[in-house]
């Protein structure tokens, strides 16, 4: 499969199921249009008609560049053909392995923002908080379900994580005391709004989370609209110094400056540029999750804007890495050459089955967006996953599973999309959030134009 | 004169072969936890390069 677009002066010819990418001129670019459908002497005689003004572009010239893609076609890196969706059924079937989980460990919040797609903290329940028992059970499920997998994540999440920052503290402890032994290695990942942070907060993090989340919508304007404190007062203020200081002292290891925007602010590259002039330069931004009626929801006439936003922002990273002032932001991250296998690619996010949330009372939910609904509660961390069913329909999750997705050219990127948006956009879990697809595609479009630009660079 | 310049990339169809460790992290858990994608990830499976 392949698809072909033109964007900031390059034309990119993407082979997707081979992961080749092609920088190419126009003649070219019309050729790799034409090659499947036309004889070599129909493409010769289009080409030469349409191009009759460019002295170049001779017959010869026409054959050789229908020869190298003939070239390209037999090595495996134009026309691939997909031949991977039985490796999908087949690989999830087989793999009845943990090697995730966000920890839920407190469903209570000391921010109150209206957006919160948990409900301030609580998942539409009872605030709680989660007791080291219950943690250190859900790390013993995890070991004893992780079979003979080495590498572990835990994300400390809420809610707001800091709010139970002993048992965080001590968990991890815990997990350090055992890793050896089991042979694991666990990755710790915190998210957290950051009013708590502490010089405490800041050691223990940076020694022991392998990436630190950190939650920051932009511009102060932007940030205070949603992300307030009980009182109804901005969190900017308070938070940015402590961001500064925890970034400062993290020598180098993973963080993200996280933020969200929503209807409000459209032109969310502002915000992602204003985080970069703060100094942040590990920056993600992402789409509310909310549902279509509420007054912040991305609407269908935002949609070309957003589209336009990731091109600024794909131009403006390749302008400020020129000049020694880059920054990445995390949609943009493809690694072309050492990026996921092809298993990886096809078998969906692996909510449900390798990924699962836990609640502070040790509730399995097949990840955090579907916590607090009943209908999607797995089991818990003493008796594991009861529910096989629920389990199961996440199983089928994959890159095939959606009918619409067998001749999209994307999905070898999205792995077939974020159940919790398909439910959430359709009643179903295997439904397709077509907006959040939009937004998925012209982001894989500008992150591999970044590439691109690079590559000509050298 | 060529008109097409391939950049480098890793052949994903021949990891077809070889991959599938798992060892790799969970997609949605790095940063997003909104999408799943491709974004950030890279392949831990030594025999996979």
């Known amino acids: 499969m392949v698809h072909q677009y033109k964007l900031n002066g390059y034309n990119i010819v993407l082979d997707t199921c081979s992961g080749s990418v092609h920088a190419v001129d126009e003649v070219a670019y019309d050729i ?22 460019w002295p170049e572009v001779t017959a010869d010239d026409v054959k050789e560049c229908i020869e190298d893609i003939r070239s390209l076609e037999e090595s495996g890196k134009l026309f691939t053909e997909d031949e991977f969706e039985n490796l999908a059924i087949d690989y999830k079937n087989n793999s009845n392995v943990v090697k995730a989980l966000c920890l839920h460990v407190a469903h209570t919040c000391n921010l109150s923002c209206s957006y919160c797609f948990a409900s301030q903290g609580k998942y539409h ?20 379900n992780s079979g003979t997998r080495k590498n572990l994540e835990v994300d400390f999440f809420g809610g707001e994580p800091l709010m139970n920052w002993d048992v965080v503290k001590k968990l991890v402890e815990y997990a350090r005391s055992v890793e050896k032994q089991h042979n694991k290695n666990f990755r710790f990942t915190l998210t957290t709004n950051g009013v708590l942070i502490d010089d405490d907060v800041i050691d223990f993090a940076n020694k022991e989370m392998s990436n630190v989340v950190l939650s920051l919508d932009g511009r102060k304007e932007v940030n205070d609209h949603f992300r307030t404190d009980h009182a109804g007062r901005g969190s900017y203020d308070l938070i940015v110094p402590k961001f500064k200081r925890l970034v400062e002292k993290r020598g180098g290891k993973d963080y993200y400056m996280r933020g969200t925007f929503t209807h409000n602010n459209v032109d969310f590259t502002n915000d992602i540029f204003h985080m970069a002039d703060l100094g942040f330069k590990e920056l993600s931004m992402e789409p509310v999750v909310c549902p279509p009626g509420d007054p912040y929801a991305l609407t269908e006439e935002d949609l070309p804007k957003l589209k336009e936003q990731y091109e600024i922002l794909a131009k403006e990273m390749i302008k400020r890495k020129k000049t020694g002032d880059g ?5 943009y991250m493809i690694d072309l ?10 078998t969906g996010c692996g909510s449900g089955t390798e990924y699962m949330a836990v609640t502070p009372w040790g509730e399995l939910y097949p ?11 797995l089991g818990n961390v003493w008796t594991g996953v009861t529910r096989k069913e629920v389990q199961d329909e996440f199983r089928s999750c994959n890159a095939y599973a959606r009918k619409e997705c067998r001749d999209c050219w994307a999905k070898l990127y999205c792995s077939g999309g974020c159940a919790a948006n398909s439910y959430h956009a359709t009643g179903s879990i ?12 012209k982001r894989i479009e500008c992150a591999v134009m970044i590439k691109v630009a690079e590559a000509e660079e050298e | 004169m060529s008109r097409i310049k391939t950049i480098e990339t890793k ?17 949605c858990q790095s940063a997003c936890k909104t999408s799943c994608g491709v974004a950030n990830q890279k392949c831990e499976n030594k025999n996979n390069k």
């Open chain 1, 327 to 331: 920054f990445t932001f995390y949609h």
């Open chain 1, 430 to 441: 295997n439904g397709v959030y077509e907006y959040g697809c939009e937004l998925f595609k």
């Open chain 1, 32 to 53: 790799i249009e034409m090659y499947k459908g036309h004889s070599e002497e129909e493409i010769l005689s289009k080409i030469l008609q349409k191009y009759a003004s």
């Open chain 2, 11 to 27: 052949n994903v169809a021949n990891t077809a072969k070889k991959g599938g460790c798992g060892e790799c992290q969970t997609s």
């Open chain 1, 125 to 144: 329940g009872d605030r709680a908080l989660m007791s080291f028992e219950t943690g250190k059970q859900a790390f013993d499920f995890l070991i004893a």
């Open chain 1, 337 to 346: 050459t050492n990026g996921p296998c092809i298993y990886k690619r096809i």
């Open chain 1, 367 to 377: 990840c955090h967006q579907f916590v607090g609904d009943s209908k999607y509660s």
